[in-house]
């Protein structure tokens, strides 16, 4: 690399640093002043954010078929020979490195960008809260595991990325741990996200039997070489598994139901992962692995239909909500929808664009209504609120804003990238295009109605709250000012194809092929010009609509209601799709977990542990007779025979002198006859 | 045969008075008996040539350690003694070994007896004379370092003596 | 005649009435009395032996055991004393402090 390529080359710095600072905290935060952790943590990511940018820059400067850097940290698994399916012999090893090309760049840009704004937002806003440094701890923790799902050069490092955000997603949805509501939450966003995880470690083991390889450009160089048929069976199953991963991720149906109670979380959590990043980590990782999709029709067929009904389906369940939060959430389950539905039209570009432009209004409307919530004092139901528009004008205009582009209206973000998405659907199929606009249409009504119903129309904040009103400390207003500018301009970034083309090198040919052509019988242009006036209206409509139901007549909305009866209550309690999954699958599982418990009782405990102990009580007990009886027995057998051996030898001492003369004379006698007798003389001789 | 009438004699005595010294029930008498037994003794030196010994077993023998004997016999209670046992429970069994050391002791003697000279085989008594200078010659030359710790012997066991029968004030 | 044997006789016979007058015996002066005589036996065995070998040195023997016979008797006679200074009494029977 080139000196001029300082950034480029130092680009392992931008997951670290965030580590460094989260590794700090959570050992040492607790005895951290707040200011000291905000200089840590907010740093870091600034720091970040700094040699993110630069490494955009430098690659920018390369020429286009150069843009790919490519560097290894270390060498994590050399595992060594394998055999693939096909029956080539490769050399499996994975290791932790990083690649870097215009995908990379555009995700380390939105990632560390936004990331950054939303930390300077949680330095007011979690200014008064208790685990402050905890707080901080984890966000950096998930910025750390982010970019290094974002940057890894290989499937399985981004699968621990993959897995650490989900981690910070659980500790972040929990943060407040003594309420219920939110351990709960956090347990239900990690366990479907691991139903999902099990589709995406599936996929990566055919995968890596089928391509012989976790590296990126490795296998994508092996399906560019033309080794696959298109619609191959291998391929379509990995797609297809890996995209099961991507649904839980990305909250999609059907694993999309952790996302709405994710909002038990601090709201800068929301804004940061449930809508700018983490949940975008799906629609990257399907870009990412591009060329198996490409080569896969059926499952981009999948995708596609997956995400677009998902995206209708979060829409009317959005229309209905009452929390400011759960609206919100239901959009973003919406807008996710949409960006799989570019993915599955063969947009991904569009797709990555329209993920970008999300995290800015998205992230802006998440910040806007911390702002909001902090402002009456805490309060999330929109039925509790209204006529604020004059009391927060800073919040309430950056609302707007990111109301306008969510709504999809131009010149703001939103129309450019929603309108490639839903021109390209056009072109592919009329049913998913038709689909894509009704519910463009429903999310400008929705987010307007949001819009309405928190700053306009009567106040029916409680008097108490009113009094306290204010607007949010410059640390908050700040980015919110900042999202709302690039809402309104980061669309244009998208003017004129110049994001395709940036794009283009990461994108496999047949998907550029299929973007790019001009559909036959149809005008080129025409029916883009159409399609966009089509969109503007249905939006207008939908504005429209909210502006009547909620400014105009405001007493409607409840007749109506009332009106539809039984499709009402159906959709307002989000189709009992949460009880349905509870009777089906999460009381079986804690069925299963206490019929475990009961065996581990009986059998581990039981007869393991409480066996154990049983037999080494019973050996104890044997051990105490032994040694009583036998080891002491032997030692006093010893000691009585003594005792026994010297009673007759007792009566020998009997102290008086006379005896031991007896026995002297005893021993002279038999002294005399031993003597007697060696010298040869028996009784028989001695008679002579 | 005057030897002989002279050897019955003295050994005819001097048994008698030991039969006596060990079955007498007074003290005194037993110690009586026993000073006629060691002068039978000196009469057999005598009739052995052995007329130093003879002068010194009366003068010593009978003249320093019986007296001791008789002192000592009326230093202890004699009286308490005179009604009690006198023999032990045992004494049979003292009889019987002495016995049996005895015959042991007679089939040895038997045994070697032949092998001895009588008063006409064995070596004229003039041998033996001057005997105290004989005896005093033999004493002072080759059995000189005896003598000297027969000397300390007697010493010590005065001083023995002495010590142990002080009374303690 | 008279042969060394006789003599020898003689002085088995005194040694013996000796040893039963040791063994026998309870008062023990009279044991004492008895030990002299066992040592009176053994010099008449000494002398004879002399007079039967021609030489004076079975008398010199004999003039040893008479010193150490008064030596014995001196301080016996001694512990005596101080016994029955203790204990009040002679008779060996109870002179058994040393018995088990």
Sequence with gaps: ?688 | MLDRIVFDFFAGIAIVSAILVVTRRNAVHSAIFLITALLATAGIFLQLHAEFLFIVQIILYVGGIMVLFIFVIMLVNLDVALHQLQFRRQWWLGLLLALALGAEATAAISIGRSGLPDSSTAPPASVLDPNTELVGRVLFTGYLLPLEIASVLLLVAMVGAVVMAKRRT | MIGTGHYLFLSLALFLIGVIGVVTRRNVIIILMSIELILNAVNINLVAFARLAGSVEGQVFAIFIITDAAAEAAVGLGIIIAFFRNRETVLADEMDLLKW
């Excluded at chain 1, 229309?319 to 959009?331: P, T």
């Excluded at chain 1, 009673?647 to 004379?665: D, K, N």
């Design chain 1, 1 to 688: 690399m080139r000196p001029s390529e300082y950034f480029l080359a130092h680009i392992w710095l931008v997951p670290l640093l965030p580590l460094a600072a989260s590794a700090v905290m959570l050992l040492f935060g607790r005895k951290l002043s707040n200011a000291a952790v905000s200089v840590f943590c907010v740093g870091s990511v600034f720091l970040s954010m700094v040699y993110g940018f630069g490494a955009i820059i430098q690659l920018i400067a390369r020429p286009v078929g150069q843009r790919v850097v490519e560097f290894t940290l270390f060498n994590w698994i050399p595992a060594g020979a394998m055999h693939t399916t096909s029956g080539h012999l490769v050399n499996f090893n994975a290791q932790w490195g990083f690649l870097f090309d215009p995908l990379t760049a555009v995700m380390v840009g939105v990632v560390t960008g936004v990331g950054f704004l939303i930390h300077v937002y949680s330095i007011g806003y979690m200014g008064h809260e208790g685990g402050y440094y905890r707080f901080f701890g984890y966000l950096n923790l998930f910025m750390f595991s982010m970019l290094t799902l974002v940057l890894a050069n290989n499937i399985l490092l981004m699968f621990v990325g993959w897995e650490g955000v989900g981690l910070c997603s659980y500790l972040l949805i929990g943060f407040y741990f003594l309420k219920k509501s939110a351990t709960d939450a956090g347990n239900k966003a990690f366990i479907v996200n691991r139903i999902g995880d099990a589709g995406f470690l599936l996929g990566i083991f055919l995968l890596v039997g089928t391509l012989g390889t976790l590296n990126f450009s490795e296998f994508r160089g092996a399906i560019l070489a033309g080794h696959f048929a298109l619609g191959d069976a291998a391929l379509t199953t990995i797609a297809l598994l890996l995209f099961v991963g991507a649904t839980g991720k990305s909250a999609q149906i059907p694993l999309y139901v952790w996302l709405p109670d994710a909002m038990e979380g601090p709201t800068p959590v929301s804004a940061l992962i449930h809508a700018a990043t983490m949940v975008t980590a799906g629609v990257y990782m399907v870009v990412r692995t591009n060329a198996i999709f490409a080569m896969a029709p059926r499952a981009l067929e999948v995708v596609a239909v997956v995400g677009v009904v998902t995206a209708l389906y979060a829409a009317t369940m959005g229309v209905l909500q009452n929390d400011i939060k759960k609206v919100l959430a239901y959009s973003t389950i919406s807008q996710l929808g949409y960006m799989f539905l570019a993915c599955g039209v063969g947009a991904f570009s569009a797709g990555i664009f329209h993920l970008m432009t999300h995290a800015f209004f998205k992230g802006l409307l998440f910040l806007g209504a911390g702002s909001v919530i902090h402002a009456i004092g805490g309060e999330q139901d929109m039925q509790k609120m209204g006529a604020l528009s004059g009391k927060i004008r800073t919040t309430y205009l950056t609302m707007a804003a990111g109301t306008l582009a969510i709504a999809g209206i131009p010149p703001l973000a939103g129309f450019f990238s929603k309108d490639q998405i839903l021109a390209q659907a056009f072109r592919t199929n009329h049913t998913l295009w038709l689909i894509g606009w009704l519910t463009a249409g429903m999310t400008a009504f929705y987010m307007f109605r949001l819009l309405f119903l928190t700053f306009k129309g009567t106040s029916r904040v409680p008097p108490e709250i009113e009094h306290h009103i204010h607007e949010s400390p410059a640390s908050m207003t700040v980015p919110l000012v900042i999202l709302a500018l690039l809402s309104v301009v980061g669309g244009w970034i998208g003017i004129g194809g110049r994001f395709e083309n940036f794009l283009e090198p990461v994108i496999h040919p047949r998907a550029v092929e299929v973007y790019t052509a001009v559909p036959n019988g149809a005008a080129g242009e025409t029916p883009e010009a159409l399609l966009m006036i089509a969109s503007v209206a249905v939006a207008l409509a939908g504005i429209g609509l909210a502006w009547f139901l909620y400014i105009k007549r405001t007493e409607l909305p409840e007749k109506i209601a009332a009106g539809f009866g039984w499709m009402y209550r159906l959709v307002f309690n989000k189709y009992y799709v949460d009880q349905i999954y509870d009777a089906m699958f999460v009381n079986r599982a804690k069925d299963l977990g206490l019929t475990l418990g009961a065996f581990d009782r009986t059998f581990i405990d039981g007869l393991g542990v409480d066996g154990v102990g049983w037999v080494t009580r019973v050996t104890s007990v044997i051990s105490i007779y032994w040694d009583k009886w036998i080891i002491d027995g032997s030692v006093n057998l010893v000691a009585n025979v003594a005792r026994v051996l010297s009673i007759p030898v007792r009566w020998l001492q009997t102290g008086r002198v006379s005896s031991y003369a007896g026995f002297i004379v005893l021993g002279v006698l038999l002294f005399l006859g031993f003597y007697l007798h060696a010298a040869g003389y028996t009784l028989a001789s001695l008679r002579h």
